[in-house]
């Protein structure tokens, strides 16, 4: 039986949007290996997300320098750009509080909003965009019924997210802090987690 036909957003009757979604430690495919993402959107259609604690090495301003953006000048230009996940990774999205008025925004959950149009960058290198906020190339996605299957069995756990988390925590933390959201210290479960 395929996933899709066993496993929906419905069925569980969870709806994981605005939840933390971390990675088990047996999780070794490479990119998810190690991960938490924010969930931006889940439903019966699929599932998606922004990973929060994988940097791409590039900065804002290497970004600013390629798009050809104006900037002023005491702006962030060090702060990490991570990797969204996997999917489209030439976009960029960005998970940020305050919500503001953008001009291509998703409300996730409380006052936690993905932009994806260029207005708010360009207001984030001029010192007038959100404080907190995380840039990312790409996305983490799932198709119906997928990310349901996957926690079925035991690929992720999850938990409501902390914006402290999300917006104030060191990157290198994130992973065990979700964890620790739900009373689950990852450094004593096996890596080996299924296997006899």
């Given at each position: 039986m395929a996933y899709t036909e066993k496993y929906s957003a419905a069925?569980?009757?969870?709806?994981?949007?605005g939840h933390f979604l971390i990675a088990m430690p047996s999780l070794n495919d490479g990119f998810f290996n190690h991960t938490?993402?924010?969930?931006?959107?889940?439903?019966?259609?699929?599932?998606f997300g922004i990973i929060i604690n994988q940097e791409t090495g590039i900065t804002l301003k290497q970004?600013?320098?390629?798009?050809?953006?104006?900037?002023?000048d005491n702006y962030n230009e060090d702060q990490s750009v991570f990797i969204g996940g996997p999917v489209d990774q030439g976009r960029g999205f960005i998970l940020h509080r305050p919500k503001g008025e953008?001009?291509?925004?998703?409300i996730v959950k409380n006052d936690v909003t993905l932009t994806t149009s260029k207005d708010i960058l360009q207001a984030i290198l001029n010192n007038k965009g959100p404080k907190d906020?995380?840039?990312?190339?790409?996305?983490a996605g799932w198709s119906a019924g997928q990310l349901d299957y996957e926690l079925a069995n035991n690929t992720w756990l999850n938990c409501p997210a902390d914006e402290q988390i999300i917006f104030n925590t060191p990157t290198e933390e994130r992973?065990?802090?979700a964890a620790n959201l739900i009373g689950v210290d990852?450094?004593?479960?096996?890596?080996d987690t299924g296997h006899a």
């Amino acid at each position: 039986m395929a996933y899709t036909e066993k496993y929906s957003a419905a069925s569980t009757g969870d709806n994981l949007t605005g939840h933390f979604l971390i990675a088990m430690p047996s999780l070794n495919d490479g990119f998810f290996n190690h991960t938490v993402t924010y969930i931006c959107e889940h439903n019966e259609t699929g599932s998606f997300g922004i990973i929060i604690n994988q940097e791409t090495g590039i900065t804002l301003k290497q970004i600013a320098d390629e798009m050809q953006l104006e900037t002023d000048d005491n702006y962030n230009e060090d702060q990490s750009v991570f990797i969204g996940g996997p999917v489209d990774q030439g976009r960029g999205f960005i998970l940020h509080r305050p919500k503001g008025e953008w001009q291509s925004s998703l409300i996730v959950k409380n006052d936690v909003t993905l932009t994806t149009s260029k207005d708010i960058l360009q207001a984030i290198l001029n010192n007038k965009g959100p404080k907190d906020c995380i840039v990312a190339l790409g996305y983490a996605g799932w198709s119906a019924g997928q990310l349901d299957y996957e926690l079925a069995n035991n690929t992720w756990l999850n938990c409501p997210a902390d914006e402290q988390i999300i917006f104030n925590t060191p990157t290198e933390e994130r992973w065990k802090a979700a964890a620790n959201l739900i009373g689950v210290d990852l450094s004593l479960l096996s890596s080996d987690t299924g296997h006899a």
